[in-house]
Each structure stands twice: as structure tokens, then as C-alpha cells.
């Protein structure tokens, strides 16, 4: 049907005089007053201090017993001393900081993180050293278990794979939760050159530690060299979806699959980039062709909505190998979607 008179006049009454502040969708008019409160995308995106996803900054929140009141946390972990390939996963939290224009509204599930949870970037876990990868695992650890005693989730960006064990043996203490997996590799080796607390074996360690339930386990995107590396996933009985899996599957059927075997327990998220394919997410130490898109990963975390997710991740992005810094975009997305997911999860909690 074309343009009438009539329905150009009415466009012309409506909107013509109209200012960016007036916006008539109710769903739209609320998302921008939270951008105003919060005085989010108000100014311009290249102002100012970079936050994760331009969240506001509370650096004085981990000195205080109650983490400021805050329903999520995001922090850094810029450590990469647990890789086995290319170094400088340590400076993935600066780099994801830097990237603009990501988050807010999520346009597809209608909601905004910050509508029903207070939420800050607080800043990067303190770590005692740069040399010693245990002594690293041990702040981690203290760090995140601080915030679960405080009732804030822990949403974190590393640094190599290897940080996630230690957030996870705070996250399972009580009660191992399930685990959603994206990434290339099973990360379920064993001890490598004198040392198990690698980026290719925390989930491993996480079992055998009693703080990750193999049975309530999905790893999604498999491929690459290290197959023969994962035999602990089979024993276990985690779910390997393979990416060549995933795309005869659809991803539909992917997340089907995913929320049947984590089911209605607790769950982290668990994000590696090289889970993407390299032409969408090159900077990163271990690249595996043959990944999952940008748009089938946010699909993939889209489906996960209404999972009790309890902490999340995303790791491995090294920006030095990326100039385009498309690898740093890729995983701020990633990390806002798996915001989404927490902040409802939060919100469900809070009704129960």
C-alpha cells in the first residue's frame, strides 16, 4: 500500500515537531527513562570513563560489606597466565570496556537489565601477582566468594579460561551448578607441562572439586585439533554438541536440548570467544575455523532466558590480534546478552 495524503499528515502531526526526547511507544518511552536516570547514552559514547557496557562505575563497591546493594556485579579479570597458544587475554577487559554502543535494550526480549536490577561495573578483581597463576586463582576466588556472601552475581571478563574455575568453586560450594558452555575447545584436560590449573582443563578441575555437576553440562561449538583431549567430558557425562552438530540441529534445537539438560537448578554461563568462528572473532590465543556466528551465538543466548543463571563469563578475547576490534565488540555483545539472562533470573528470584 503507498504513502496517502492522509497518512502523510498524520505522520507530519505526530512527529514533525517532535524531539528525540518524545517518543510515544510505551515500551520505548520507558527504556529511555532509564537511560536518563542512569545517564546512560545521554552523552556522547566517546566521552567520559569506559565501563562495561557503559554501566555505571563502582570501583568503591568491593570495599563495602554489602558490595553497595548491587544485584550484579561485573568485573575484570585481566590475567592470561594459564594459555597454551597466544598470550593477551589479560588485556580483554580494557578492550571490552572500550566498546561502545552495546547494551541498554534488548530489542528481541523487549527488557533492560537496569530496569529491575542495580547493576555496576566494579571494577578488575585485585590480583596479588603477575607471575603466579595459583596465587592469581586463589584472589579470584576470595573476590567472587566475597560478592555470592553479599547475594551479588558475578559476571566476569577474563583473561584466559582458567579464571573460571575459581569463580566457579565459590559459585558451587553449597550446590554444584550446571554449566553452559560456548567455546572450541571442551577445556577438560588434565595437568599440562607440571600444572592442571590451565585455560584447556578448568572444567575438569571444577567436577573433581565437587563444584560442577558433569550431568547438568552442555559445550557448545566443539571442533578443532584437541578432540582427543576431552575424553573426561564423555566420562562425565556432559553434553558435547560439536559445532557441525549445532548447525545440522539448528539452533532452535540447541537450546531446546540445552534447557531440558540443565534444567530449573542453578547455572553459569560460560562464553569463550574462540566459540565464534575467526572471521567473526579473530583476536583471540587458540582461533578454530568452523565456529558459530555472532548471530547464532546471541540467538543461542537469547533462548537461555528464564534459567537461573547464578554468575557468567566471557574470556579469551586478546585484542592485539584483532585490529578491526571486532573480537572485543563480539564479546561485549555476548556479555550483555548473558547480562540479560541474570538480570531476569534476578528478578524471578527476588518474586520467589
Known sequence: M??????????????????????????????????????LHTLPPYSGISTFLGMPYRPDAPGLEDFGGLDIGIV??????????????????????????????????????????RIADIGDVPLESRYNLETCHRNIEEFIQRMVDAGVVPLSVGGDHSVTLPILRALG?????????????????????????????????AVLDGVLDPERTVQIGIRGESEFLWEFSYDSGMTVLHAETVAEMGIDAVIAKTRDIVGAGPVYVSFDVDGLDPAFAPGTGTPEVGGLSTLDAIRLLRGLIGLDVVGGDVVEVAPQYDPSTNTAHAGAQMLFQILCLAAHAVQVRRKH
Not at 498524520?10 to 524531539?19: E, I, P, T, V
Not at 597454551?84 to 570496556?97: D, E, F, K, Q
Open 2 to 39: 503507498s504513502m496517502t495524503q492522509e497518512k502523510l499528515e498524520r505522520l507530519r502531526k505526530k512527529y514533525g515537531s517532535a524531539d528525540a526526547a518524545h517518543i510515544h511507544d510505551p515500551d520505548f518511552s520507558r527504556i529511555r527513562e532509564i537511560a536518563v536516570r542512569e545517564d
Open 76 to 117: 575484570g579479570i585481566p590475567m592470561d597466565l594459564g594459555v597454551t597458544n597466544r598470550s593477551g587475554a589479560r588485556l580483554g577487559p580494557r578492550a571490552v570496556r572500550s566498546i561502545e554502543r552495546v547494551g541498554l535494550y534488548e530489542h528481541a526480549l523487549r527488557m533492560s537489565p537496569l530496569e529491575h536490577c
Open 173 to 205: 560450594r553449597k550446590q554444584p551448578v550446571g554449566l553452559v558452555h560456548v567455546d572450541a575447545h571442551c577445556d577438560t584436560g588434565g595437568a599440562f607441562e607440571g600444572t592442571k590449573f590451565h585455560h584447556g582443563g578448568p572444567f575438569r578441575q
